[in-house]
């Protein structure tokens, strides 16, 4: 057959072809251990049968199986001619619309299934938890809430008003408790502790056999617009799980009109209800972050939790002391930033030339504060020999220590700096 015979020369470079493409697919299988790429290769047709005018792509070089290599090809690919599949081990992880099941390009993203993975890591350790209050041989109330299993001991974390009845003047502790696991086990709990300006109650229960227990985190790192998960017993609703975002990692107690000492809680947009109490607030990597204690009601997207870094701090006072000691001064305390600074400068030009500390408004008179010599007024820029900016910078400093004296070193009015001496005495909740 003469060389020139159109089929026999179509035939030739289609082999040439085929083995191109042959070697691309092993190049790519090469790079990529978990993706094979297929590739087909369609019989020599007529040129006018294989390239309808619709199909052509200008600017577009691939190799086809029956046309000359580049660059003699004079036309371009169709996409009917090879096909790429990803192999069997990565396509039962995709999802119907062919994205990964639970693709996170970094932790605390949020994947397809990273909530259902966060509540399945926690939801074992989640309890209900009921008590009776009973009078005289009859039954006043029942209360219902959650908890959950911090330790495998049998150890549980709840609110202290789901165990404790704050309601008179004098808090009655409900010693005995029925506990319900989410496998159906039910334990009688007896209440260790209860502290009622935090709400938090630590509840033990006793198991022959080992009980699940979920992971603690850490609260500092949350920002506003991170995701979290609320589980629960919901109006007696168990193995619930809703989720939302936190709204505000510093909600003040001031804020919410709750007078007493100042707290500290964590807003999120959670869907939460009666029975919700003292459940898990978690990450999206299946640790707790927060306790579920309170909601707005007749408002949707309010509900607040008490971080954990503080109840951690609460649950280790009740085994030092048995109960939550809290050092009081007797000041009224605001942060101040640099635009606070500069509107107070503004209105007063004796203010003190400082860049941060914090500001006393107010010092309460008879308290430790006014002892020590504080004045309305004066900034605090370092507190027990350490340079403060915040608040929580001074709690944590003083710490559980009452009756130890702290030294405190405050700017006042025309950039007088004076060192006091103050010895915090123990906080009455009812203050």
């Known amino acids: 057959m003469p060389a020139s015979d159109p089929s026999r020369m179509l035939l030739r470079c289609g082999r040439r072809a085929a083995l191109l493409l042959a070697a691309a697919a092993a190049l790519s299988r090469g790079r990529d251990p978990d993706t094979a790429v297929y590739a087909s290769v369609s019989p020599p047709q007529p040129l006018r049968q294989a390239l309808p005018a619709e199909g052509?792509?200008?600017?577009?070089?691939?190799?086809?199986?029956?046309?000359?290599?580049?660059?003699?090809?004079?036309?371009?690919?169709?996409?009917?001619?090879?096909?790429?599949?990803?192999?069997?081990?990565?396509?039962?992880?995709?999802?119907?619309?062919?994205?990964?099941?639970?693709?996170?390009?970094?932790?605390?993203?949020?994947?397809?299934?990273?909530?259902?993975?966060?509540?399945?890591?926690?939801?074992p350790a989640v309890v209900n938890i009921s008590s009776m209050h009973d009078m005289h041989g009859w039954v006043q109330e029942q209360s219902i809430g959650s908890g959950t299993i911090i330790d495998p001991d049998g150890t549980i974390l709840t609110c202290a008003h789901v165990v404790a009845d704050f309601q008179s003047t004098k808090a009655i502790v409900r010693r005995k408790v029925s506990v319900t696991l989410q496998d159906g086990r039910e334990f009688e709990g007896v209440v260790l502790n209860a502290d009622r300006l935090s709400d938090i109650a630590v509840v033990k229960i006793k198991s022959m056999t080992p009980l699940p227990a979920a992971r603690l985190g850490s609260s500092s790192r949350l920002q506003p617009g991170d995701w979290v998960v609320a589980l629960g017993c919901p109006l007696s609703l168990q193995n619930t799980v809703t989720a939302g975002i936190v709204s505000c990692v510093d909600r003040k107690s001031s804020d919410l009109g709750l007078g007493g000492l100042r707290r500290e809680y964590l807003q999120t947009d959670c869907a939460i209800n009666k029975g919700n109490s003292g459940g898990p607030l978690v990450n999206l990597d299946g640790e707790i972050i927060g306790v579920n204690v309170m909601k707005v009601w007749n408002a949707d997207?309010?509900?607040?939790?008490?971080?954990?870094?503080?109840?951690?701090?609460?649950?280790?006072?009740?085994?030092?002391?048995?109960?939550?000691?809290?050092?009081?001064?007797?000041?009224k305390m605001l942060d101040l930033n640099p635009m606070i600074i500069a509107q107070l400068k503004e209105k007063s030009s004796t203010f003190p030339d400082v860049r941060?500390?914090?500001?006393?408004?107010?010092?309460?008179?008879?308290?430790?504060?006014?002892?020590?010599?504080?004045?309305?007024?004066?900034?605090?820029?370092?507190?027990?020999?350490?340079?403060?900016?915040?608040?929580?910078?001074?709690?944590?400093?003083?710490?559980?220590?009452?009756?130890?004296?702290?030294?405190?070193?405050v700017e006042r009015a025309n950039n007088v700096t004076v060192t006091l001496t103050v010895i915090p005495e123990e906080a009455d909740a009812s203050r």
């Open 56 to 123: 052509l792509r200008s600017g577009t070089r691939l190799f086809s199986p029956w046309l000359p290599p580049f660059p003699y090809q004079g036309f371009p690919i169709l996409n009917t001619f090879t096909s790429a599949s990803v192999s069997p081990a990565n396509h039962r992880d995709q999802g119907s619309d062919g994205s990964s099941g639970d693709s996170r390009c970094c932790p605390g993203c949020l994947g397809r299934n990273s909530i259902a993975k966060a509540a399945s890591a926690v939801g």
């Open 301 to 331: 997207g309010l509900s607040f939790a008490v971080p954990i870094d503080s109840v951690i701090k609460i649950v280790e006072n009740f085994k030092k002391n048995g109960r939550v000691v809290r050092p009081w001064l007797g000041l």
């Open 356 to 409: 941060k500390g914090v500001l006393v408004p107010m010092v309460t008179p008879a308290s430790p504060a006014e002892q020590a010599g504080f004045r309305p007024g004066d900034v605090v820029v370092e507190f027990g020999g350490k340079p403060v900016e915040s608040i929580k910078e001074i709690i944590d400093i003083m710490g559980d220590k009452v009756g130890v004296p702290f030294k405190v070193l």
